[in-house]
């Protein structure tokens, strides 16, 4: 109790009785906190260049991302791995979403599961997880036991461990090698970590998988060039990216990524430089699958 009585997170800040004000009110005021958290994070950017270059590296050689929190900072890390398939065409497995309680406290609170130590060494043990991959808990204290023990064993097993807190300095962030704590004071509710510090969370777990993947190669001119066209939205939005970068209309956008199985990348690469469907894999592959390199690789002179 002593302990959380010194978290920034668990602070009331003095704005007066809410619930006696307008609804307007609230909104505005509620609005006026949630602007601080960009500038939070911003204040950050030097670790999460670090975390971010850290992660391009280990993927690089096969590595995956696995995140794990408890509660709001689960969820936060299970809807972020969860999205990077359909958004970057990603293996399914190379990132991962832990929580604490399972898959269940995705939707239902398990409130005491945030408090077991060894529940995520033993999901982190399922995952084999080791030196080619990187370990991003979250919790907004900075202290759930959960995250404490899943990046100790994770920093034990060799990968390399990132930590994201509210408070600094941080339980998670002095286990971790690169401690991210973005401190956005007290929360509009008091003790409501959902709020401002999930919202912190949010954005910081967005630019780690986001910025990766552009460093991997999956977009092109500010592009997604690695989607998977799996239904009919999607398949509209391949047509109409291949259009704006191969600078082609929709029959012949069509046509190529037909004849590619598809892939938007290789459609692109195909009409960019001319190369035959059958060799566009093989050209992808020489160039680490960034399609800019491989269209200058392709390009005539």
Known sequence: MDELATLTTEQAEQRGD?????????????????????????????????????????????????YLGAGTAGR???????????????????????IAGGDTAIREAVENAEDDEDG?????????????????????SGRTPYAVGGLRYAREHGALTIAIASNAPSAIGAIADIAIDVVVGPEFV?????????????????MLTTISMIKLGKTYQGIMVDLQATNRKLHARSVRTIMALAEVDADTASEALSAVGGSVKQAILVLRTGLPAAAAPAALDAADGVLRAAIAANSAA
Do not use: H
């Open 18 to 66: 809410l619930d006696l004000l307008g609804t307007e009110e609230l909104v505005l005021a509620m609005n006026a906190e949630d602007r601080r958290v960009p500038e939070a994070v911003a204040a950050r950017a030097p670790e999460i260049t670090r975390a971010i270059d850290g992660i391009v590296e280990r993927m690089r050689r096969g590595g995956r991302l696995v």
């Open 76 to 98: 936060i890390g299970v809807l972020d791995a969860s999205e990077c398939p359909p958004t970057f065409g990603t293996d399914p497995a190379l990132i991962v979403g832990l």
């Open 120 to 140: 995520a060494p033993a999901q982190l043990a399922a995952l084999a997880v080791g030196p080619a991959d990187v370990v991003v808990g979250i919790s907004a």
């Open 190 to 206: 008091a003790g409501s970590t959902r709020l401002k510090s999930g919202t912190a969370q949010k954005l910081v777990a967005n």
